[in-house]
Nanobody, 118 residues
Framework: VQLQASGGGLVQAGGSLRLSCAAS????????VGWYRQAPGKQRELVAT???????NYADSVKGRFTISRDNAKPVMYLQMNSLRSEDTAVYYC?????????????WGQGTLVTVSS
């Protein structure tokens, strides 16, 4: 399984970006997919996840500003980021969790850098 993240870049505070993550298999193969981020000098943190039953979860810091979604026709998931703040600057990683019986597999994309200038 391969995950390819894209869409990062430099944006001014208040602006928007949409991140994409293309998977080499159907997104519905996974129990949950999502986005995490890691800012310089900080630990990786959860940004947003969506389950195979469309249940979503967001970090408090991005609620109301970010939206996670996936394209049913393609193996792609998205993170729409609006009203960006300087504190959103980080490397964003897509993630896919696969669980069957007692087997768990966790897949990561390579990361895409988002820089928000104030």
């Amino acid at each position: 399984v391969q995950l390819q993240a894209s869409g990062g870049g430099l944006v001014q505070a208040g602006g928007s970006l949409r991140l994409s993550c293309a998977a080499s298999v159907s997104i519905f193969s996974f129990n949950r997919v999502g986005w995490y981020r890691q800012a310089p000098g900080k630990q990786r943190e959860l940004v947003a996840t969506i389950t195979s039953t469309d249940s979503t979860n967001y970090a408090d810091s991005v609620k109301g500003r970010f939206t996670i979604s996936r394209d049913n026709a393609k193996p792609v998931m998205y993170l729409q980021m609006n009203s960006l703040r300087s504190e959103d600057t980080a490397v964003y990683y897509c993630n896919a969790l696969w669980m069957r019986d007692t087997s768990i597999r966790n897949y990561w994309g390579q990361g895409t850098l988002v820089t928000v200038s104030s």
